[in-house]
């Protein structure tokens, strides 16, 4: 819930990108994700949304995907494949 309002209640350009834990208290990150994609901010379509969980099966990532997150990272986090992932969607 906090994220969501962090980021809707920001001046565009306030961020590159979003760092979503899936598993978070009162709204989890497919929630937070929806959330934020359906906000009237000025990127709420294009702020690139990265989930980053330990759950990684083939389901987990599509339920990422569908909810509107670009990309998903299994943890523990491989910090070369966060850099590359941030890398492809921060231009």
Do not use: W
Not at 8 to 28: E, H, R
Not at 52 to 61: K, L, Q, R
Request: with cysteine; net charge negative; glycine share 4%.
């Amino acid at each position: 819930m906090q994220c969501t309002e962090l980021f809707t209640g920001s001046a565009k350009g306030s961020f590159d990108a979003i760092l979503m834990d899936i598993q978070m208290p009162v709204m989890n990150g497919y929630e937070a994700a929806q959330a934020i994609r359906s906000s009237i901010h000025p990127q709420s379509a294009t702020i690139p949304i990265i989930a980053m969980t330990a759950n990684a099966f083939a389901e987990d990532i599509k339920n990422a995907l569908s909810a509107g997150m670009n990309a998903h990272i299994a943890k523990p986090i491989d910090p070369q494949k966060l850099y590359e992932t941030l890398a492809a969607y921060i231009k």
